[in-house]
């Protein structure tokens, strides 16, 4: 068998061919979590995962994270991982580039309905 | 009971305060996966892990990740996932910055014993 080569992913490049925003873009596949690409602006919806943790990595703009007990502010070089269970709401003046990282299956509104609800297979 | 705000992690602020190459430090943890920085500047020895895939994500400068089928190079802003039971080597000509993505308990060197094998629990 001749096994390839593990292909690297550019994130400008796949940036490139999307433009939706809170649509998160699945891009590399370990074990049984996934790296995704999104963009953000405006306000999400409150929400919490009740079965895991999830990972925000900014790497364009400033992302404002909301909870109950008050927010913080990321910037581009900056990463936060939000508990599971942790209710919370992103939202961003302009619009910010993320990676996220979470388990495969992870709906990104959590347990809110909403029309911001994404679909959960959409690789890029 | 006043739960606290997760705290967000400045990868800048964190190389500053460490210096030594091949030497993961785990500034973060989601569920039972953990993300480290590294260094990293010349030739790492053959490797592999058997139980899991790993990711490397570039923030700064260059890596070449050899594999027995050929090599690719990763530059600031791209990942790749190796995956499991993968030999590889990874190398840099000049220093490289990199945040690692894997699960709790992984060795650096995989199933290779060497002089790099690094402490399975540096927090930063």
Chains 1, 2 share one sequence.
């Not at 900056?78 to 508990?83: G, I, L, S």
Request: glycine share 6%.
């Amino acid at each position: 068998m001749n096994r390839q080569i593990p292909l690297p992913v550019n994130f400008t490049e796949k940036f490139a061919v999307f433009n939706d925003q809170w649509a998160p873009k699945i891009i590399a596949q370990m074990n049984d979590y996934q790296f995704k690409l999104v963009r953000l602006q405006g306000e999400f919806v409150w929400h919490e995962h009740t079965d895991t943790d999830e990972t925000f990595i900014v790497l364009e703009g400033s992302l404002v994270i909301d909870f109950k007990e008050g927010s913080v502010t990321l910037n581009a070089g900056e990463m936060v991982v939000v508990p599971k269970g942790c209710l919370h709401r992103p939202r961003a003046d302009t619009e910010a580039k993320l990676l996220l990282v979470e388990p495969v299956g992870v709906v990104n509104t959590g347990d809110t309905q909403s029309a911001l609800t994404a679909p959960l297979d959409d690789w890029l």
